[in-house]
């Protein structure tokens, strides 16, 4: 099988099984080994009380494509550490995209950064995240 096959194929087991992307609305828009790029409509559901995106959400967006890139290779990888910098507020209406890209990745761990944007193309956060890869594969 070649790796943009089973790139495809290992984010949408993943997918089928993400309850938590699939109740936000978070859709798979494009996937590649090492890199995966989702999207999310922000309901007025999903505002804090300053009438902003609560940054829990805008992570969670960044989380989702960080997962599915780091499982491109049919290898089951989780987080070991991720962390977050807001850079302008999102309010409800706004479409973000998160695309993650693969920096760096060894034989158990990986390096991924995620850029999330605004329909505008405007970033809105900036994201990084660390893989532990664990025994086992995303699909039979």
């Not at 309010?91 to 991924?112: C, H, K, N, P, V």
Request: glycine share 8%.
């Amino acid at each position: 099988m070649d790796a943009q096959h089973e790139a495809e194929r290992s984010a949408a087991a993943l997918y089928e099984r993400d309850r938590a992307s699939q109740q936000l609305g978070i859709r798979i828009v494009e996937v590649k080994p090492g890199q995966a790029r989702v999207t999310m409509k922000v309901t007025a559901d999903m505002v804090n009380g300053h009438e902003v995106c609560h940054g829990g959400y805008v992570f969670t967006l960044a989380d989702s494509a960080f997962a599915f890139s780091c499982n491109t290779y049919n290898k089951s990888t989780v987080a070991a550490a991720a962390s977050i910098d807001f850079l302008a507020p999102v309010r409800a209406g706004d479409e973000l995209t998160a695309t993650a890209s693969e920096q760096w990745r060894s034989r158990r761990t990986g390096l991924y950064e995620v850029t999330v944007t605004n329909q505008h193309g405007e970033r809105v956060a900036l994201f990084r995240g660390r893989s532990h890869q664990l025994d086992g594969s995303v699909t039979d």
